[in-house]
């Protein structure tokens, strides 16, 4: 099911259709450097899984990125609920393949879900939960309006949570 459009993207549902495409990026362990390891086929699939219940409970989760121009799947963005420093919320998450990095697709995306959140769900406030380390994320964080509000250890990795309201 067709969710956002943006001027080169569009966002929808995840199908099981999507495992190999996503598989691939979730394989990449650059892409994934920032998380605990990399997925197998099979873990990609059961995250598929998990965001088709969100889809159903929700009405939000993390939705595939595509291409416009060309139907090309080049990654995931989307809004889930996380524990940020004990608290749920939610949270703007988004994985962008490696070949796609630096052409302004995981702020575009972004951007899109975040006005989704607010205008859409009607959402007050926004979250993201981000390794210190990943300034790539935190400047998409940054570009798309959020603040950063502190910073904390989760499962022992040094984390930096930001928010933006509506």
């Not at 939000?60 to 919320?89: H, M, P, S, Y």
């Not at 990943?134 to 570009?143: I, L, P, Q």
Request: charged residues 30%.
């Amino acid at each position: 099911m067709h969710i956002l459009e943006t001027e080169r993207l569009q966002l929808r549902e995840f199908t099981l259709d999507d495992v190999d495409a996503l598989a691939t990026i979730f394989a990449d362990p650059i892409t994934m450097q920032f998380y605990p390891s990399v997925k197998t086929r099979e873990e990609t699939k059961q995250w598929i899984e998990k965001n088709i219940e969100r889809y159903k409970k929700n009405s939000f989760g993390l939705w595939a990125v595509v291409r416009k121009d060309t139907d090309e799947f080049i990654g995931d963005c989307g809004i889930t609920i996380q524990n940020i420093d004990g608290e749920e919320k939610p949270e703007i998450g988004y994985h962008i393949r490696r070949g796609y990095w630096k052409m302004g697709y995981a702020t575009e995306a972004a951007t899109a879900c975040r006005d989704y959140g607010f205008n859409v769900l009607g959402l007050e406030e926004l979250g993201g939960d981000i390794r210190a380390e990943n300034f790539a994320s935190r400047k998409v964080a940054e570009k798309i309006g959020m603040k950063l509000q502190k910073e904390y250890i989760k499962n022992g990795l040094s984390m930096v949570a930001y928010s933006v309201k509506k």
